[in-house]
């Protein structure tokens, strides 16, 4: 009896595999004792009194993201099979999932690995633009999608220079080159200021700016709502100016950032 006990212990009366342990809050305490006449039990009577007061736990495995449980899966090698797959396809949230161990007393629907795989897949953005292809990233730091908002040769980089203090990257191509949105937002500027020439300023929330100055002409106004990758302006030379070149700038709360640290990396 003992022995059966200890087995049902360890796998439970189920046949899952998930089984971890089964919790007893008291063992049997087995004694000699005389029983009344005509009260028989069985072995299979005193089994499952004993069970019935055992609680069942289950282990199995979570894929989440951000930190939030969204499939199950029975086993740790399938769950890895699924962050695998995910990589492999260079999804965009890959940072952001993690593999979680469950114990509880409640056995989870497991969900197939493709299915994982399709429901947690997010793929990176890729704008076609007629002078090459832009493709986003997701910029942790930022919270929110940006690309680079034109192709170009990078002539003057955020820092201190000889004359100033550079607040942005200096992107340069011909005349009229079509600028785009780093990222969605509003439009809060669109119009001449100063040294900048023609500026158009984007919100995207949370403190987050950016600037895009030096334009041709705007293909944008102020209170517009833009999709990232749309065309905000054309490159062109006014304001402060050498020659035809986006001025751009990363600003949180109103603070410049090195836009290399987000984007034109390795540049």
């Given at each position: 009896?003992?022995?059966?006990?200890?087995?049902?212990?360890?796998?439970?009366?189920?046949?899952?595999?998930?089984?971890?342990?089964?919790?007893?809050?008291?063992?049997?305490?087995?004694?000699?004792?005389?029983?009344?006449?005509?009260?028989?039990?069985?072995?299979?009577?005193?089994?499952?009194?004993?069970?019935?007061?055992?609680?069942?736990?289950?282990?199995?495995?979570?894929?989440?993201?951000?930190?939030?449980?969204?499939?199950?899966?029975?086993?740790?090698?399938?769950?890895?099979?699924?962050?695998?797959?995910?990589?492999?396809?260079?999804?965009?949230?890959?940072?952001?999932?993690?593999?979680?161990?469950?114990?509880?007393?409640?056995?989870?629907?497991?969900?197939?690995?493709?299915?994982?795989?399709?429901?947690?897949?997010?793929?990176?953005?890729?704008?076609?633009?007629?002078?090459?292809?832009?493709?986003?990233?997701?910029?942790?730091?930022?919270?929110?999608?940006?690309?680079?908002?034109?192709?170009?040769?990078?002539?003057?980089?955020?820092?201190?220079?000889?004359?100033?203090?550079?607040?942005?990257?200096?992107?340069?191509?011909?005349?009229?080159?079509?600028?785009?949105?780093?990222?969605?937002?509003?439009?809060?500027?669109?119009?001449?200021?100063?040294?900048?020439?023609?500026?158009?300023?984007?919100?995207?929330?949370?403190?987050?700016?950016?600037?895009?100055?030096?334009?041709?002409?705007?293909?944008?106004?102020?209170?517009?709502?833009?999709?990232?990758?749309?065309?905000?302006?054309?490159?062109?030379?006014?304001?402060?100016?050498?020659?035809?070149?986006?001025?751009?700038e990363i600003r949180i709360n109103g603070v410049a950032q090195n836009p290399q640290k987000y984007l034109f990396q390795g540049r």
């Open positions: 009896m003992q022995e059966r006990i200890n087995t049902y212990i360890a796998t439970g009366n189920s046949t899952s595999s998930s089984i971890a342990y089964v919790d007893m809050d008291a063992m049997p305490v087995y004694s000699l004792t005389f029983l009344k006449r005509n009260i028989e039990t069985t072995d299979d009577e005193i089994y499952n009194a004993i069970a019935s007061a055992g609680i069942t736990y289950y282990k199995y495995f979570a894929v989440q993201l951000d930190d939030n449980d969204k499939y199950y899966l029975a086993k740790y090698s399938d769950a890895e099979e699924v962050v695998n797959q995910l990589k492999e396809k260079d999804s965009k949230n890959i940072d952001k999932i993690k593999i979680a161990e469950r114990y509880d007393t409640k056995l989870e629907t497991f969900t197939a690995i493709d299915e994982c795989v399709e429901g947690l897949y997010e793929k990176k953005k890729v704008i076609q633009t007629s002078g090459g292809t832009l493709t986003s990233q997701y910029v942790d730091s930022l919270g929110i999608d940006m690309i680079e908002p034109v192709n170009g040769i990078i002539t003057s980089r955020f820092g201190i220079r000889a004359r100033d203090n550079h607040k942005g990257l200096d992107i340069a191509n011909s005349w009229g080159t079509t600028i785009r949105a780093a990222a969605s937002g509003t439009v809060t500027c669109a119009h001449y200021s100063g040294g900048y020439g023609n500026l158009v300023i984007i919100s995207h929330g949370n403190g987050i700016q950016t600037y895009y100055g030096h334009n041709s002409s705007f293909y944008v106004t102020e209170g517009q709502y833009i999709e990232q990758g749309e065309p905000i302006a054309a490159m062109g030379s006014t304001g402060i100016s050498t020659g035809p070149h986006c001025h751009f």
